[in-house]
């Protein structure tokens, strides 16, 4: 079936440098492809998404860019701050008969000053 | 505005027992979801409903059935609890067409099957 893999699975940083999560998908058709944090015990929340027709975007501190080719997509947070330390997660909308959203399995973030 | 609230929030089972998860959007969303969320594993879909009266099965439908009862509501039953399903579960809606594309989770049940 389809599926979406995201990598690393935890990734630790310095307060001010840069972090980027990658995120693959196998199903051709996607054309949706939102990324949630979320902070422990909380619910996830969308930070940023991208669609299909868009190669990048950008939001402050925070960028999304797709390559529909390759089937990839990634998050990139720049300067990042100690309040950015969460479990980020990638999904893609799979347009079949219904819509439905799919997870990657999750980036745990941690930001340290 | 509720958003998207789910009921219960906590919840412990004895293996073999029955229940149902209630999910209520006030958002006039078309689609709902049910996921499941283990440590390590992500978010994973259990069952989904593309628009009222529909609904299918995601990555993991098996030991639970799902039922779209109006367009706001969208419950999940577990027939016969089991401890493989200890978990954290999380409603979604999201309007899934046009420009408003964003899932709305709720708050999430804590569910433990001893």
């Known amino acids: 079936g389809e599926n979406v893999e995201q990598h690393p699975s935890t990734l630790s940083v310095q307060e001010g440098d840069s972090a980027v999560i990658k995120c693959t998908y196998s199903d051709s058709a996607s054309n949706y492809f939102p990324w949630y944090k979320q902070e422990l015990g909380k619910r996830p929340q969308l930070i940023i998404d991208?669609?299909?027709?868009?190669g990048e975007k950008k939001d402050q501190r925070i960028a999304v860019t797709l390559n529909k080719t390759a089937k990839h997509f990634s998050l990139h947070i720049t300067e990042t701050q100690p309040e950015d330390s969460a479990v980020y997660f990638c999904?893609?909308?799979?347009?079949?008969?219904?819509?439905?959203?799919?997870f990657g399995k999750g980036t745990t973030l941690s930001v340290s000053s | 505005n509720a958003g998207v609230t789910q009921t219960p929030k906590f919840q412990v089972l004895k293996t073999g027992q029955s229940m149902t998860l209630q999910c209520a959007q006030d958002m006039n969303h078309n689609s709902m979801y049910w996921y499941r969320q283990d440590p390590g594993m992500g978010l994973r879909l259990i069952y989904y409903?593309?628009?009222?009266?529909?609904?299918d099965k995601g990555e993991v439908p098996n030991g639970y059935n799902v039922s779209r009862l109006n367009k706001r509501e969208f419950s999940l039953r577990l027939e016969s609890a089991a401890p493989s399903q200890t978990s954290v579960y999380f409603c979604?809606?999201?309007?899934?067409?046009?420009?408003?594309?964003?899932?709305?989770f709720g708050q999430g049940t804590r569910l433990t099957v001893v």
């Open positions: 979604a809606s999201s309007a899934a067409t046009g420009p408003n594309t964003e899932a709305f």
């Open positions: 999904a893609a909308l799979i347009d079949r008969a219904g819509t439905a959203l799919i």
């Open positions: 991208i669609r299909s027709n868009v």
């Open positions: 409903s593309a628009s009222e009266g529909t609904t």
